[in-house]
C-alpha cells in the first residue's frame, strides 16, 4: 500500500466509527498502528485524562510493558502531560536535553533506546481530553508533514471516542471517556487472568485477547469483561497448553 | 467536591463507615436533593449502602421491588442520565409514575466499578427536572471512584480480619498503576476467587507487609509472588 492508500483507509476507519457501532479501546489501538505506519517513528500511544486530570495509557502501539511504563512515568510529568495542560503540540523534544523538564520519563525513554519525543494534544474546540505520544528512535526531526498527519490521527481519535454514542451534551463527552478508562481497566484484569491461566506474561495475554476478539469479530472490551469477570466461553483461548496439565488447578471463576 | 472528598478521606483514616453528612454535602455540592450507593449487581439487586433522606431510601427500596430502574441499570456497566424522568416511560414503565409519586423528576445514576469488578451504584435525584450543572458530571465521577474503593473494601472485608479500618494505601482507583489490575486477574485466577475478592486480598496483602500495593501487585505480575502457595 502507498503512504496516501494508508492514510485514506486510515480515515475511512475513523468514518467508520461514525456509522457502524464499534469498540473504542480497538479503535485507539488502530490509530495508534497506523502513527507508526504512517509517520516516521517508532511507537506511539494514546493518553487519555480522568475526572481528575491524571492521564492513563489508553492503547498503545506495542502493549509492552516497557512502553506502557513510559505512558505511566507521565502521570507526574512528561510530553504528554504538557501537551494535555497547555493543549499545544510538543514537537520533536530531545530527551538527552529534557532532564531537568521531565527527569524520571527522560531517563526511562532513553533506557528504552529512544531518542526523541512528541507528544500532539487531543482536543475538541474548548475541551482536551488527552494527547498521542510519538516515539523515535533514531536521530532526526518530524517533519511538518508528518506533524500535520499526526495531529488529524490525534483529532481523528478524538472524534472516535466523542462519536461512541450520539454527542450532544457536553456530560456525554466525561461519560465516554469514563466507559473508555473502565474498559482499560478491565484489559489489565483480562491479561492478569489469561497470563495466569497460560502461564504466559502479561505481554503476551494482551496479543492473545486482541486476536481472539479479532478472529472472532468480538469487542475487544467484551471480550476483555468476559475473562475478566470469568464469564467467556472461549475455552481454547482460556485453556493451557497440555503440558502444564500436571501442574494444573482450574479455577473456578466465579 | 475537593471538600467532599477530603471529609470521605478524613473518615476513613478514623475508621468509620461512610458518614451520612457526606452524602448531604456531596448532594448540595452536586446541584441535587438526595445522592446515594447501592451495593451489588447480582440477581437480588442493589441494596441501600449509604444515603440519608428518605427519598433515596424509597427510591432504592422501588427499584429493588421491581426488578429495575436507572440505578440497576448503571449498576449493569454504563452512567444513565435523566434529566426528564417523564420521556423515559417506556423505559421503566412501573418505575416512572412510582418516583415522580415521590416527587422525584430527575435521576443520574453512575456506575460504581474497577473495570470488570462491579460494587453497585451511585444515585443522584432531583425534584426539578433539567440536566445536572455544568462541572457537577466530573465531581460526580470522582466521588463515585472514591465511594467506590471505600465500599468495595468493605463489602468484602473477611472474618479473620478483626479490625474492619480501612487500609494504608487506599487511594482513587485512579491513581492505581495497571499492575494492580493485572495482578487482580492474575490472583482471581490463581484463588479462584472473583476480581473483588482478589484485589481486597491483593490489599490486604500490601497492608500485612507495609508495603505499597503496586509494588506486591508488580511482584506478581513478575511472578516473584503467588497467592494460592500460602493460601493452602
Known amino acids: 500500500m502507498t503512504r496516501e492508500e494508508q492514510l ?21 489501538h488502530t490509530v495508534a498502528g497506523r502513527c507508526v505506519q504512517l509517520l516516521d517513528v517508532d511507537a ?64 526511562a525513554a532513553q533506557a528504552t533506546g529512544f531518542v526523541s519525543v512528541h507528544a500532539l494534544p487531543m482536543r475538541l474546540r474548548a475541551t482536551i481530553i488527552g494527547a498521542l505520544n510519538l516515539f523515535v528512535a533514531r536521530p532526526g526531526t518530524l517533519s511538518d508533514a508528518d ?43 483480562a491479561k492478569g487472568v489469561l497470563a495466569e491461566r497460560r502461564r504466559i506474561t502479561v505481554d503476551e495475554a494482551f496479543a492473545l485477547l486482541r486476536a481472539y476478539s479479532r478472529d472472532h469479530n468480538l469487542h475487544l472490551s467484551d471480550l476483555a469483561r468476559q475473562v475478566a469477570d470469568g464469564t467467556s466461553t472461549a475455552t481454547e483461548l482460556l485453556s493451557r497448553p497440555p503440558r502444564d496439565e500436571v501442574r494444573a488447578r482450574q479455577p473456578e471463576p466465579n | 467536591m475537593a471538600a467532599v472528598l477530603a471529609l470521605l478521606d478524613g473518615d476513613r483514616e478514623r475508621g468509620a463507615n461512610l458518614p451520612q453528612s457526606v452524602a448531604v454535602e456531596a448532594a448540595a455540592v452536586l446541584g441535587v436533593d438526595g445522592i446515594y450507593a447501592a451495593l451489588g449487581t447480582g440477581p437480588t439487586g442493589p441494596v441501600l449502602a449509604w444515603g440519608p433522606e ?38 421503566w414503565p412501573m418505575f416512572v409514575p412510582a418516583a415522580t409519586g415521590l416527587g422525584v423528576r430527575a435521576v443520574f445514576a453512575l456506575p460504581l466499578r474497577i473495570g470488570a469488578i462491579g460494587v453497585g451504584a451511585l444515585l443522584a435525584h432531583r425534584a426539578v427536572p433539567g440536566p445536572l450543572v455544568d462541572g457537577a458530571l466530573t465531581d460526580a465521577f470522582a466521588l463515585a471512584g472514591a465511594i467506590t474503593l471505600l465500599l468495595a473494601h468493605r463489602q468484602f472485608t473477611w472474618t479473620d480480619r478483626a479490625d474492619d479500618a ?46 505499597p500495593i503496586s509494588q506486591v501487585a508488580a511482584d506478581v505480575v513478575a511472578r516473584r509472588l503467588r497467592f494460592d502457595d500460602h493460601n493452602r
Open chain 1, 44 to 107: 506511539a500511544g494514546l493518553m487519555l485524562a480522568d475526572q481528575y486530570g491524571q492521564l492513563h495509557a489508553t492503547a498503545a502501539s506495542t502493549e509492552s510493558a516497557r512502553l506502557l511504563e513510559l505512558f505511566e512515568l507521565q502521570a507526574d510529568a512528561g510530553p504528554c502531560m504538557d501537551a494535555f495542560r497547555s493543549g499545544s503540540q510538543v514537537i520533536n523534544a530531545d530527551l538527552a536535553a529534557s532532564q531537568e523538564r521531565w527527569p524520571r520519563f527522560a531517563d
Open chain 1, 147 to 189: 506533524v500535520r498527519t499526526g495531529q488529524a490521527l490525534a483529532d481523528v481519535a478524538t472524534i472516535g471516542i466523542l462519536a461512541q454514542r450520539s454527542v450532544q451534551q457536553a456530560e456525554l463527552l466525561a461519560t465516554q471517556l469514563q466507559q473508555a478508562l473502565n474498559s482499560r481497566i478491565t484489559i489489565e484484569q
Open chain 2, 54 to 91: 428518605t427519598v433515596s431510601a424509597k427510591l432504592e427500596e422501588l427499584q429493588f421491588t421491581l426488578g429495575h430502574g436507572p440505578g440497576i441499570d448503571a449498576a449493569a456497566g454504563a452512567p444513565v442520565l435523566v434529566p426528564d424522568l417523564a420521556a423515559e416511560t417506556a423505559r
Open chain 2, 166 to 211: 480501612p487500609q494504608p494505601g487506599w487511594a482513587p482507583v485512579a491513581t492505581y498503576r495497571v499492575e494492580v489490575h493485572q495482578a487482580t486477574g492474575m490472583i482471581s485466577a490463581q484463588l479462584g476467587v472473583s476480581l473483588a475478592e482478589a484485589l481486597v486480598r491483593l490489599r490486604a496483602h500490601a497492608y500485612a507487609d507495609g508495603r
Open chain 1, 8 to 28: 485514506i483507509e486510515a480515515f475511512v476507519e475513523a468514518a467508520d466509527t461514525l456509522v457502524d457501532e464499534f469498540d473504542v479501546i480497538e479503535f485507539l
